[in-house]
């Protein structure tokens, strides 16, 4: 039996089941209701012409029918052939309009959100595809409300449920919003193409007898017309990727299907945010009074020195800077930016420029005795405090200068102290370089810390997020506002606002001074895993599981670019300083390359052999470092221009490279042979997306966001030492792209940071063999 002859067969007994079977349909002249038996048997006559038996067989014992045939004639009978039209297939005559449908005009309305809802509720392994199926069911259903003469209900349908479909068809979406009436639809060419052409649909086959069984179950006869006579639906084995979309054999021939491009073609404003009007002024102000002070000694000339770098600065920010009607309301400035913005001249002096010759230095942070219970780690810009958020609902802070942590002691009053040298003697007396805040009542998932090193913004399982403020070490504000667990937290760079993503499928955009949310940005289909602010505040960018990444209108709440591509969950993202590029990474063990204007992946980067957990662009946007759970830290070129690709430097690495992983498979061939084995034995481990990942209720394979379990616990059980101690993963080909890799001591890469000197920092936890 080939899949259409199972397809028109399960149709008509699922047909059988819900419309006649129920017993209440009817004629919309007659109202005479249909027997039964004659259509089961009807069904019965159908599938023993076609050879099912093991069908015919299961319908028989189950409607406990006797061998007396039935023909289509006998239901001519009750209904009148032109109410069914002159094609007198079981089809036609057994997929009737119930009564209630009928007569109700919101019967499609009804239908499809139910339909739409249970899709939602579905697993995130079949939702892409059950989405692709429901895009012509809500056509046809559009359609036909138009050709009933029901306007208003069309049009609500259209700004109910558009929304659904308008990433991947916002050129159909925009035409059929344009029809009003039944004259429209029917002189429509594209109405015309969806009418007279079935629309293919490519479905795994338990995703196809989910949709089969919904259908039935609930007694969606409209639905299950519109499937029965407009779509082709195929089902493969396997998986079906969410760029089966622009296959030959999806959709209809001729027309084009995904219009991500059109909807990617929208306009966005990718420059840096403009500099305030009064730090420029007091920035310059100071460092021309340090020059005019100190003129004749070594500050005095590292002052001229940044005011000319300054004035470089304010050119550039003049010429790429945002509309001022586009940018991103701000509060009024105060001193700690004012020094911000020096030391960032001062860090800018003494970068060191980076390339594929000159590749950065890495600081490296493992943290011991963990017992696998953290989960996430942050890095304060000025590399003065690093923070880990845990599984026993705590956060605990280390200074990395080796300074003392101290907060206010319990007796302070504020109204009482007049100096500085009063403020210190009311801190805390302690010699720890470390503290421990305790407010949340869940594992802790994600941390960031503002740019000023003021304040620490963490989220949970909870459903909370709270800010912490680390001059007194104390909880400042808890936010409210998500139904599900928080999986990640991020703070503009200009601090004030950040921005969560959950488990209920929403990122959410807070401002520190108000305790509900500003923006809810909703779209995915999955949990979102990881959220990050483009440099200049106006857009944030979420990837999710859903294998999608998505970039949003702060200002406006609403998505302006989707990429896909992606063959796993999302689980870290990452924006160039110049906001041209963004990059994305997760289970797949791969990092995609963007370009955000266009939308297009520029490149896709593999050599990884673990879960992606965190990315960092240099300075200057040319290189991207990535951090994994295979224990490694790898340097990308991500312009990939020729001059750089042929220096001697770079072609000496690559070289070096190669002859390694050749030395590598010799020595591996050569143990295998020694001991009897197959060298693909000598190499093999566990499958990575198996071990190197968490599992859980969250679906992705981001460190301890499961079960409170860190994905490092999970790393070693999959990997085996050599003889050297040295870890051996699978093999994965590697891009050319790739300039170097970094091996870490057992501990997989929960976070990277990129000083604005071109350090590299990162940060993880020890996994104990």
Same mark, same amino acid.
């Given at each position: 039996m080939d899949t259409n002859d199972r397809h028109n067969a399960a149709h008509s007994a699922s047909a059988a089941g819900t419309g006649a079977g129920s017993g209440n349909g009817s004629s919309s002249s007659g109202g005479r209701q249909a027997p039964q038996k004659k259509v089961e048997k009807v069904v019965l006559q159908f599938l023993k012409s076609k050879g099912y038996k093991d069908a015919e067989k299961a319908l028989r014992e189950n409607a406990r029918l006797d061998d007396a045939e039935t023909t289509l004639g006998d239901l001519a009978n009750v209904f009148p052939g032109n109410e069914v039209g002159s094609d007198a297939s079981v089809p036609n005559w057994i997929m009737f309009y119930n009564e209630a449908e009928q007569g109700n005009p919101d019967a499609y309305s009804q239908s499809y959100r139910e339909l739409r809802r249970w899709i939602d509720s579905s697993l995130d392994v079949y939702k892409h595809e059950l989405y692709a199926a429901s895009y012509p069911i809500f056509v046809h259903s559009y359609v036909d409300l138009l050709m009933r003469g029901l306007g208003e209900k069309a049009e609500e349908f259209m700004a109910l449920y558009s929304r659904d479909h308008v990433v991947n068809h916002s050129k159909d979406i925009g035409v059929l919003a344009t029809l009003k009436t039944a004259g429209h639809a029917e002189e429509n060419e594209l109405t015309k193409l969806f009418r007279e052409n079935k629309y293919g649909v490519k479905m795994t086959r338990v995703g196809f007898e989910l949709l089969l069984s919904f259908l039935q179950d609930h007694n969606h006869t409209l639905l299950m017309r519109t499937v029965n006579q407009h779509l082709n639906i195929r089902t493969v084995d396997g998986t079906v990727p969410i760029s089966s979309e622009i296959e030959a054999d999806v959709g209809i021939t001729g027309h084009t299907q995904n219009q991500l491009d059109h909807f990617n073609s929208q306009d966005v404003f990718l420059g840096s945010a403009p500099m305030d009007t009064f730090v420029r002024d007091e920035v310059e102000r100071t460092l021309q009074s340090e020059a005019g002070r100190r003129s004749k000694d070594a500050a005095g000339s590292e002052a001229s020195a940044l005011l000319d770098t300054f004035a470089r600065v304010k050119q550039e920010n003049a010429a790429g800077a945002l509309p001022a009607r586009e940018a991103v309301p701000m509060p009024p400035p105060h001193g700690a930016e004012i020094e911000h913005q020096i030391a960032s001249l001062k860090a800018l002096r003494k970068r060191i420029a980076l390339g594929p010759a000159a590749l950065p230095s890495i600081c490296m942070y493992t943290l011991h005795n963990t017992n696998n219970a953290m989960n996430c780690t942050a890095v304060s810009e000025d590399l003065s405090l690093l923070a880990g958020g845990f599984s026993e609902s705590y956060i605990k802070i280390w200074s990395l200068k080796r300074e003392p942590l101290r907060g206010f002691q319990s007796s302070f009053a504020l109204a009482a102290v007049n100096t500085e040298e009063e403020i210190e003697a009311a801190r805390e007396k302690t010699t720890d370089d470390h503290r421990k805040l305790v407010a949340h009542s869940g594992p802790v998932f994600g941390l960031d810390i503002s740019y000023d090193s003021r304040y620490l913004v963490s989220c949970s399982e909870d459903k909370t997020a709270r800010l912490w403020s680390l001059d007194t070490y104390t909880n400042v504000v808890c936010y409210k506002g998500h139904n599900y667990p928080i999986w990640d937290v991020s703070f503009a760079p200009q601090g004030f606002y950040f921005a969560t993503a959950s488990h209920d499928r929403t990122a959410r955009l807070w401002s520190c001074d108000h305790i509900y949310a500003l923006r809810i940005f909703a779209g995915h289909l999955s949990d979102v895993n990881c959220v990050r602010f483009h440099p200049n505040s106006k857009y944030i960018v979420t990837g999710s599981s859903d294998k999608s990444v998505r970039l949003w209108d702060v200002q406006r709440g609403s998505c302006v670019r989707v990429f896909t591509g992606h063959t796993g969950s999302v689980d870290t993202v990452a924006i160039s300083p110049d906001g041209r590029i963004m990059a994305s990474a997760g289970e797949d063990q791969t990092v995609n390359v963007w370009d955000l204007g266009s939308g297009r992946c520029m490149d896709t980067l593999t050599g990884h052999a673990g879960s992606v957990y965190s990315l960092a662009f240099s300075q200057e946007g040319t290189l991207?470092?990535?951090?994994?759970?295979?224990?490694?830290?790898?340097?990308?070129?991500?312009?990939?221009?020729?001059?750089?690709?042929?220096?001697?430097?770079?072609?000496?690495?690559?070289?070096?490279?190669?002859?390694?992983?050749?030395?590598?498979?010799?020595?591996?061939?050569?143990?295998?042979?020694?001991?009897?084995?197959?060298?693909?034995?000598?190499?093999?481990?566990?499958?990575?997306?198996?071990?190197?990942?968490?599992?859980?209720?969250?679906?992705?394979?981001?460190?301890?966001?499961?079960?409170?379990?860190?994905?490092?616990?999970?790393?070693?059980?999959?990997?085996?030492?050599?003889?050297? @101690?040295?870890?051996?993963?699978?093999?994965?080909?590697?891009?050319?792209?790739?300039?170097?890799?970094?091996?870490?001591?057992?501990?997989?890469?929960?976070?990277?940071?990129?000083?604005?000197?071109?350090?590299?920092?990162?940060? @993880?936890?020890?996994?104990?063999?």
């Open positions: 991207l470092l990535s951090g994994s759970a295979d224990e490694t830290v790898r340097a990308w070129d991500v312009k990939r221009s020729s001059s750089a690709s042929d220096h001697p430097i770079v072609v000496q690495r690559r070289e070096e490279r190669r002859q390694q992983e050749a030395e590598a498979s010799a020595q591996a061939q050569a143990q295998a042979a020694a001991s009897g084995a197959g060298a693909s034995d000598a190499m093999d481990v566990d499958n990575p997306e198996d071990g190197a990942s968490a599992s859980g209720t969250k679906a992705s394979g981001s460190p301890g966001k499961a079960n409170g379990q860190t994905a490092a616990g999970n790393a070693s059980d999959s990997k085996k030492r050599d003889a050297a @101690g040295v870890w051996k993963s699978k093999r994965v080909a590697e891009s050319d792209s790739l300039l170097k890799t970094w091996r870490t001591k057992s501990t997989p890469v929960y976070s990277l940071l990129m000083t604005k000197r071109n350090l590299a920092v990162a940060t @993880g936890a020890f996994t104990v063999e």
